[in-house]
């Protein structure tokens, strides 16, 4: 065997080897809206922001960023690498069926519905069409409660409600984060 069909052998085994486990360190399939999945580690990550109430939706969300994205600045996008995960609870009903708030004026949460998922990596949103809806690098992945089964939301409305914060690298609460980190 030749130097140049050893070494280009050793790279195909270490590419093989990367694609196992994805360069963010986990199981994955892909880099595409849909194909990443929630760490199963994640709820050690550091918390984005406190709880956040949606009462218009009746929800609580429970945001999470990798140590990654923790890096990063204000005023700076988040390094490639970066994965938010946002736990979405059903709020829990109140006895008339209106959403129950705890002392504090909070939603009390109620089950887990599901996760989303955004991920960032070099050129992983390049591929999304219309390109009215890219949103940079970031790729989204929705999923039911037992973290594994692909939930069957329009992804395409992710990017679009996350599309005219573009100035804030497509981050809802970029400014908000960096004010209370």
């Known amino acids: 065997m030749t130097r140049g069909r050893i070494a280009s052998g050793i790279v195909l085994v270490l590419a093989l080897a990367g694609c ?3 360069p963010l360190g986990f199981l994955w399939t892909g880099t595409r809206d849909g194909e990443v999945a929630p760490p199963p580690d994640y709820r050690s990550w550091p918390r984005f922001l406190s709880t956040i109430d949606r009462h218009d939706a009746a929800q609580v969300r429970e945001i999470y960023v990798n140590p990654i994205g923790a890096t990063a600045r204000a005023g700076q996008p988040f390094p490639e690498g970066t994965i938010f995960v946002m736990e979405i609870y059903q709020a829990r009903p109140h006895s008339d069926g209106a959403p129950a708030f705890d002392p504090s004026g909070r939603l009390v949460k109620g089950p887990l519905t599901k996760l989303f998922v955004m991920a960032k990596g070099d050129g992983w949103g ?8 890219r949103n940079g690098d970031w790729v989204y992945s929705a999923f039911l409660p037992d973290h594994r089964t692909p939930a069957d939301d329009d992804l395409d409305a992710c990017r679009g409600c996350h599309r005219p914060l573009a100035k804030k690298d497509f981050v809802h609460r970029y400014d908000e984060y960096f004010l209370r980190r």
């Open 126 to 133: 390049a591929g999304v069409e219309p390109a009215s809806l």
């Open 20 to 22: 196992a486990t994805g």
